[in-house]
């Protein structure tokens, strides 16, 4: 199944939700309970995925901006970070874009639906962009690590390894570059 089969949306808040259920509690709550408040206090904005036939909500994802900023305990990582950007743009902040929750309901995961959902915010945040915005991170669920390393996510720290989240980041100039040529 891929994401062209569904419609497309980004959440209002006068919208009335179609069934999602994810096998965690907390991104079913955010969806049903919190989304319209992020949006209306324009805390975050949250995309949907419907399958329209179903009637059921696949997926949905929630961005905010964020940014990348020097931390003094991680020099090593900053300089390696440092060497992928030209000299005379390195800064001690990058814009970034925030995943603040990706979900995929149960009836539709493991399928490929969160790689394409990856995939479309990548694609998102490198063509037509208003604001400039280099890297994509997430605090991702300690579970979840492997499916963003999968879509080629790093971590920043190791200080977080035993953290019930970890923070992650993918660098979007590569695939720009790679899908410019
Ligand atoms: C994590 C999640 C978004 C993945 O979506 P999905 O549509 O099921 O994933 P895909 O089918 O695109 O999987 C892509 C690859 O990642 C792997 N993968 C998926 N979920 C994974 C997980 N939780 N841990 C490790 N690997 C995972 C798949 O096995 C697949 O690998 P393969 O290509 O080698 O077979 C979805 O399972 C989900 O909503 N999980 C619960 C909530 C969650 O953890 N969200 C992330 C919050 S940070």
């Given at each position: 199944?891929?994401?062209?089969?569904?419609?497309?949306?980004?959440?209002t808040e006068d919208f009335e939700f179609l069934p999602f259920h994810s096998?965690?509690?907390?991104?079913?709550?955010?969806?049903?309970?919190?989304?319209?408040?992020?949006?209306?206090?324009?805390?975050?904005?949250?995309?949907?995925?419907?399958?329209?036939?179903?009637?059921?909500?696949?997926?949905?994802?929630?961005?905010?901006?964020?940014?990348?900023?020097?931390?003094?305990?991680?020099?090593?990582?900053?300089?390696?970070?440092?060497?992928?950007?030209?000299?005379?743009?390195?800064?001690?902040?990058?814009?970034?874009?925030?995943?603040?929750?990706?979900?995929?309901?149960?009836?539709?995961?493991?399928?490929?639906?969160?790689?394409?959902?990856?995939?479309?915010?990548k694609h998102a945040f490198t063509h037509g962009n208003r604001t400039g915005?280099?890297?994509?991170?997430?605090?991702?669920?300690?579970?979840?690590?492997?499916?963003?390393?999968?879509?080629?996510?790093?971590?920043?720290?190791?200080?977080?390894?035993?953290?019930?989240?970890?923070?992650?980041?993918?660098?979007?100039?590569?695939?720009?570059?790679?899908?410019?040529?």
């Amino acid at each position: 199944m891929s994401l062209s089969s569904f419609e497309f949306l980004p959440l209002t808040e006068d919208f009335e939700f179609l069934p999602f259920h994810s096998k965690d509690k907390d991104l079913n709550d955010f969806l049903f309970d919190d989304a319209k408040r992020y949006l209306a206090e324009l805390m975050a904005v949250t995309y949907l995925f419907i399958d329209p036939q179903a009637q059921k909500t696949v997926a949905y994802f929630s961005l905010l901006n964020d940014k990348v900023a020097y931390d003094p305990e991680e020099r090593s990582f900053w300089n390696r970070l440092n060497r992928k950007i030209s000299n005379r743009k390195r800064r001690k902040t990058y814009p970034s874009v925030k995943i603040g929750r990706l979900a995929v309901s149960e009836d539709y995961s493991g399928q490929g639906i969160g790689c394409e959902i990856l995939n479309f915010i990548k694609h998102a945040f490198t063509h037509g962009n208003r604001t400039g915005c280099r890297f994509i991170t997430v605090d991702a669920y300690a579970a979840a690590t492997d499916f963003y390393i999968k879509n080629g996510f790093d971590f920043f720290t190791k200080k977080d390894r035993n953290d019930a989240t970890r923070l992650m980041y993918f660098d979007l100039k590569p695939f720009k570059d790679a899908l410019d040529k």
